[in-house]
């Protein structure tokens, strides 16, 4: 097994020392009279309100990455920008960014590249398009190209003069210890990506409603309602296009191969999501019901869980996990373990929270309606541990809760038995691993605000 140097000794040079943490963000700007102030941790801040101008600085500036020569095109690419999400895969990268940046061993050259001409992490650079544009064809009337014309035939073009020399990083004989950077520099590149896991999943909401036939979402009319399957489709692939440009300027092949593979990680969710619960109802029948049963319920929730990584938590976990590699933390530091075990568990949670909701009805007052999942046949963690609890819900769930009065039937067995209870209790374990794993992050505004968002997914009522 791999063995991580423990962060611990760096406990001590990875505070934040007063000349880089102003008082505003100190520990001691917050001690009541006669206590120790280095021992309070910093107060509980409201990670969605910390982050507000930026998060929306941040959706808005995106725009400018879908527009396209095509009207109909962009409006629909548009569409759920401008009915935000609540952001909180970006809001994660970013907090990871602040909670982390200056850590890294490579953190000097990520910030020496931010800051230098040609070296590509810098805001500008990341909007240039890597390969020649009449090659490309990519067109962007927010960023100007030339494109080709398409009249004649295309002829050989003159080489494209060499691109300039990229400046090359020397790095220092001796690095000082790892420290906090500041409390709220995050690099253009980490910005970047933001955007990218935003967009991903906006892609992915195209899809997942022309999927599951949403009308609704976030209380209007959902894209396929509004627009139609085939735009909703085609305008999610096109954001993936414009996200898949976006992470290749990024210039980081491994962050590349992380963020890529969340896309099949969704598809694979998805795919999972479909696949038949073996209930087993048959086997009741022949009198061979305990052992069964057991098995069969122990059977579906691994696959559910693993649903629900592949659908949720992986562009969180993967998310965060890049943010600190943008940051300069490499193989064999423990940043990035923890970015990705927080998000992984709090992905989770998430979605455990999600399927409580959906057997809320007071969520369809909330732009949802509420029993969805039963409607399309899913059955998640509240159904099957009502089924643990009613092996006749094994019935209902081998056929999808397709004959009238299966759902009715099903909420019941769930509002009979302690379903609901159960997976608030394991969303809880979740969230509470989530906030265990930073305890290894220096104390930190960001880190807090961390700590603070694994409380809200449990709270949360939308
Ligand atoms: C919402 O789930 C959907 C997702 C989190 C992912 C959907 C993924 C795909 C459709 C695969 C294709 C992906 C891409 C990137 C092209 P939900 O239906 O449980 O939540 P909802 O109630 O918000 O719709
Ligand atoms: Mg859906």
């Not at 059977?299 to 943008?326: E, F, H, P």
Request: aromatic content about 6%; glycine content about 6%.
């Amino acid at each position: 097994m791999r063995r991580w140097p423990s962060p611990r000794h760096l406990e001590a040079v990875v505070r934040p020392p007063p000349t880089i943490i102003s008082r505003k963000y100190s520990a001691e700007a917050h001690a009541a009279p006669g206590t120790s102030a280095a021992l309070l941790p910093f107060p509980k801040p409201d990670p969605f309100k910390l982050l507000a101008p930026q998060l929306s600085e941040l959706r808005l500036s995106l725009l400018s990455l879908l527009e396209s020569g095509h009207p109909s095109l962009s409006q629909i690419t548009r569409y759920y920008f401008l009915h935000p999400s609540k952001q909180i895969r970006p809001l994660i990268v970013l907090l990871f960014s602040r909670a982390t940046n200056g850590l890294g061993r490579e953190w000097e050259k990520k910030l020496w590249e931010s800051e230098r001409e040609g070296a590509g992490g810098r805001a500008e650079e990341l909007d240039q398009p890597l390969t020649r544009p009449d090659v490309l064809n990519d067109w962007n009337p927010a960023m100007p190209t030339n494109t080709a014309n398409f009249n004649t035939v295309f002829s050989l073009r003159p080489l494209a003069p060499h691109r300039p020399l990229v400046p090359t990083y020397s790095a220092p004989k001796h690095r000082a210890p790892p420290k906090l950077y500041s409390p709220t520099y995050v690099l253009p590149t980490q910005t970047r990506l933001a955007q990218i896991v935003e967009m991903m999943h906006t892609a992915s909401l195209l899809h997942d409603d022309v999927i599951d036939e949403s009308s609704l979402r976030r209380g209007s009319p959902s894209a396929p309602a509004a627009f139609g399957n085939k735009l909703s489709v085609l305008g999610g692939n096109f954001v993936l296009g414009r996200a898949s440009g976006a992470l290749s300027r990024l210039g980081d092949p491994e962050v590349t191969d992380l963020i890529a593979s969340v896309l099949s990680n969704l598809v694979e969710g998805e795919i999972l999501q479909t696949k038949e619960v073996r209930t087993n109802a048959e086997t009741k029948k022949e009198g061979d019901v305990k052992g069964e049963h057991t098995v069969r319920c122990k059977d579906a929730w691994n696959i559910y869980l693993q649903k629900t990584y592949l659908k949720t938590a992986s562009l969180m976990a993967k998310g965060a996990r890049a943010a600190v590699t943008l940051g300069g933390c490499k193989e064999g530091e423990i940043w990035r373990e923890i970015a990705y075990a927080y998000g992984r568990n709090l992905g989770i949670a998430f979605q455990l929270v999600d399927d409580i909701l959906d057997y809320d009805s007071a969520s369809a007052t909330l732009g949802k309606p509420g029993g969805a999942d039963l409607q399309l046949g899913l059955a998640t963690g509240p159904a099957l541990y009502a089924w643990e609890e009613h092996p006749e819900m094994g019935e209902l769930i081998q056929r999808k809760f397709e004959k009238a009065g299966d759902v009715g039937q099903a909420r019941d067995y769930v509002s009979r038995s302690s379903a609901l209870q159960r997976t608030r209790e394991l969303a809880q374990r979740y969230a509470d691993k989530a906030k265990e794993v930073l305890s290894e992050l220096p104390e930190s505004e960001a880190k807090s605000a961390l700590e603070v968002l694994t409380e809200r997914v449990i709270g949360r009522k939308s």
